[in-house]
């Protein structure tokens, strides 16, 4: 059996729940503060759960709060103004009743006519203005909100949180920190920001996610192991669940993963890489060399440029690539790492030698002996050492 994506089906964005999902009922709690404040961002990159949380809150909370629920997957041609403000309106418009005569409207007009309309800056804000909640409180999320590049958007999106009734509240789920004036809002109170540190499971969660997912009840040792490893990620923990299932023992799927031997996660980490070109491949591979990297680590071990812009594609593609907290340093999970670097040094063994040797020359540049010294560790070159 081929483990894919496909397989984690607790990332999918919807708001169908799967089944056996374990509710995050600490997380469900502290989106509960959306309603008593105009904005929220879940700030994660893919693979936290971040889109099946919220969706798990929208479908929880819903009848019991009487709530309106707009949800919005954003794409690229969100970046167009005509397109964001068309769809936020279309997506409100059923938790709406006009107030007062609106110069916006999305019934069908002459194309010219809307086109005019969808050129002013405010009409978004007009239709806020013109119209009043049918629902005691409206919720508009907006997932993937990474994938708006448009700063004329990013202006639009604090004017609409600014300006919009008390009772609509915004959700935006992004895998960076969208450029909004998310500080001053956290300061006065009106932005709540979870961030993928409190996305990761507690060995609490840990400990109910593998009883539901694999039927399987960990001794406090093992609890602690599996968290020492995930660190609570819901990626990982999926994959051991996987391998928990086929009544393999704890210590010994482990071992597997560790070591690059667990077909599961080789099976996923294949599947991964199939679906991206050879270009971007052979980056993640030649990166899994580095240990942690930033750009220009990459750039000078692979003698190219434009390494941040392969980070980003990796990032947005894959669940193998993991970004610090500032997006600046970047290392593959614990788990993939070993497989990885198998498949780097299989492929191509004199390539891996050569970003080996150019790594360690960048470290001594950087006057960094103990990342020297961990690159040649993880090179095996012992006479080199």
């Avoid at 929208?58 to 769809?87: H, M, P, Q, V």
């Avoid at 390539?351 to 040797?357: H, L, T, Y």
Wanted: proline share 3%; charged share 25%; net charge neutral.
């Amino acid at each position: 059996m081929v483990t894919s994506e496909n397989d984690l089906h607790f990332i999918k964005p919807s708001l169908r729940l799967p089944n056996n999902y374990v509710s995050r009922k600490r997380l469900l709690t502290i989106i509960d503060h959306l309603l008593f404040q105009p904005l929220l961002i879940i700030n994660s990159q893919k693979g936290f759960g971040s889109s099946t949380l919220m969706a798990d809150w929208c479908i929880t909370r819903s009848e019991e709060y009487s709530l309106g629920i707009a949800w919005i997957t954003a794409s690229e041609s969100y970046n167009e103004k005509r397109d964001f403000e068309r769809n936020l309106v279309e997506q409100l418009e059923p938790f709406f009743v006009k107030s007062a005569p609106s110069h916006y409207s999305t019934e069908k007009k002459g194309r010219a006519d809307t086109d005019d309309q969808l050129r002013d800056d405010k009409n978004i804000l007009r239709f806020f203005s013109s119209h009043i909640p049918i629902k005691k409180d409206v919720v508009l999320v907006i997932d993937n909100y990474n994938r708006i590049t448009s700063q004329q958007i990013h202006s639009l999106m604090d004017k609409i949180v600014d300006l919009m009734p008390v009772n609509v509240h915004i959700a935006l789920i992004s895998n960076t920190l969208p450029p909004l004036s998310v500080v001053l809002r956290q300061v006065t109170g009106r932005a709540l920001v979870i961030t993928r540190e409190e996305l990761l499971m507690s060995s609490e969660e840990i400990d109910m996610f593998l009883k539901t997912q694999a039927s399987y009840t960990c001794s406090s040792q093992e609890l602690r192991r599996i968290k020492e490893i995930t660190n609570g990620w819901v990626i990982a923990l999926q994959l051991i669940a996987l391998e928990l299932k086929k009544g393999i023992a704890v210590s010994e799927a482990l071992e597997r993963i560790l070591s690059g031997r667990c077909a599961t996660v080789n099976s996923f980490i294949e599947d991964s890489l199939r679906s991206l070109s050879n270009n971007e491949k052979a980056f993640i591979l030649n990166t899994s060399l580095l240990g942690g990297f930033n750009s220009g680590l990459a750039d000078y071990a692979l003698s190219r440029h434009g390494s941040d812009k392969l980070i980003s594609k990796s990032l947005e593609k894959t669940y193998l690539l993991m970004a610090d907290q500032d997006n600046k340093t970047f290392s593959y999970h614990l788990i993939f790492v070993a497989y990885l670097t198998q498949l780097a040094v299989k492929t191509s063994p004199e390539k891996s030698k050569i970003v080996f040797d150019r790594a360690v020359q960048w470290y001594l540049k950087s006057d960094d002996i103990n990342g020297a010294i961990q690159t040649l560790i993880r090179s095996k070159d012992w006479n080199f050492c």
